[in-house]
């Protein structure tokens, strides 16, 4: 089981730019989360997706989307770059729903530098 | 609206010695709580969680935590720290009861240091 992987590991981009994350959940997981973590921060949720909708967000503005593909697995996509969304992205997966407290499981994570 | 609180962004201890992180929160109901760790160029791991029953937690790697509902605490505990246990440590709380997405609020972490 590879459990959940992210690409690219690291990328580099300008200010303005847009930038396309990506996720594949664990095996048998069907919901995949999104989260930022800045240096020296917690992780912070960005959304969540299900049964190819966004289910949940938290608190970003419009330039942060998504994507669920029918395998499950998802796209973070961010427009017009700003140097504040350099950051750890986390994608989280979980399996299908028996309790909200089942264990998500984290990637390593896509390193973000915009400069 | 949910919170997580560090109180500690460092803490450094020798290899043998016990280790305490604390961790409190905010919360309108019966939270489910989490301890995570993060190791460089790593992703989290979880280390244990707390839904409800017993308020002492037992996890991985010879960690516990216990729930402290009275103080809205749930601080994470080992007795002999080990070498490859310097890492990040985050708290965190989850989601509603049945029927809400699995939304975590993290803690700012605790940047754990472990002296030879």
């Known amino acids: 089981d590879a459990g959940v992987t992210q690409s690219p590991t690291h990328l580099i981009k300008t200010r303005g730019q847009q930038v396309t994350l990506r996720c594949s959940p664990k095996s048998g997981h069907d919901t995949v989360s999104w989260y930022q973590q800045a240096l020296g921060q917690g992780p912070q949720f960005i959304f969540q997706?299900?049964?190819?909708?966004?289910?949940q967000r938290g608190n970003f503005p419009d330039r942060f989307s998504g994507h669920q593909f029918p395998n499950y697995s998802s796209e973070l996509n961010v427009n017009a770059l700003l140097l504040g969304d350099s950051a750890l992205y986390l994608c989280a997966s979980s399996p299908p729903a028996r309790d909200p407290g089942d264990e998500q499981f984290f990637g390593p994570g896509t390193r973000l530098t915009v400069l | 609206a949910q919170s997580v609180t560090q109180p500690d962004i460092h803490i450094t201890v020798s290899e043998g010695a016990s280790l305490e992180l604390r961790c409190n929160y905010s919360?309108?109901?019966?939270?489910?709580l989490f301890w995570y760790v993060q190791s460089p160029g790593q992703g989290l791991q979880l280390l244990l969680k707390y839904f409800s029953g017993d308020t002492l937690v037992q996890g991985i790697k010879g960690f516990e935590a216990e729930f402290k509902r009275s103080q809205s605490s749930f601080n994470l505990r080992k007795p002999s720290v080990h070498w490859s246990d310097a890492a990040e440590y985050f708290c965190?709380?989850?989601?509603?009861?049945?029927?809400?997405?699995?939304?975590?609020?993290f803690g700012s972490g605790t940047q754990l240091t472990v002296l030879p």
């Open positions: 965190a709380v989850g989601p509603l009861l049945s029927g809400s997405a699995r939304q975590l609020t």
């Open positions: 997706y299900y049964e190819e909708e966004e289910r």
């Open positions: 919360y309108g109901a019966t939270p489910y």
